[in-house]
């Protein structure tokens, strides 16, 4: 009987990834938020919390919490379309991420 070699481990983490995803509206824009929000945005800011449809999101300074607020409601409107009806975003807020948040 011949020996297979070793799969990548990252093939087998990436299917328990998969469907490890909790169901909600939160953890689907926190899915979509990097497509939807660029990378340089992306990098800056992520989705940490909803409440009856409003998600907010954790800047990384003032400065991007400022331009995130004026680029709301285009945030919006990108992450209901990439959603598809599966999860409806009723509000962004945006929030500077406190020193003990990572």
Do not use: K
Request: charged letters at 25%; one cysteine or more.
């Amino acid at each position: 009987m011949r020996r297979r070699a070793p799969r990548p481990l990252r093939l087998a983490l990436e299917r328990a990834a998969g469907g490890a995803t909790p169901p909600g509206l939160l953890a689907e824009v926190q899915a979509a938020w990097p497509q939807v929000a660029g990378p340089v945005v992306a990098d800056e800011s992520e989705p940490v919390a909803e409440r009856d449809g409003v998600v907010t999101i954790a800047c990384r300074s003032a400065v991007w919490t400022q331009e995130l607020e004026l680029l709301g409601r285009d945030l919006e409107a990108a992450l209901n379309s990439a959603l598809s009806g599966s999860g409806r975003v009723a509000g962004l807020r945006f929030r500077t991420r406190s020193a003990t948040l990572p």
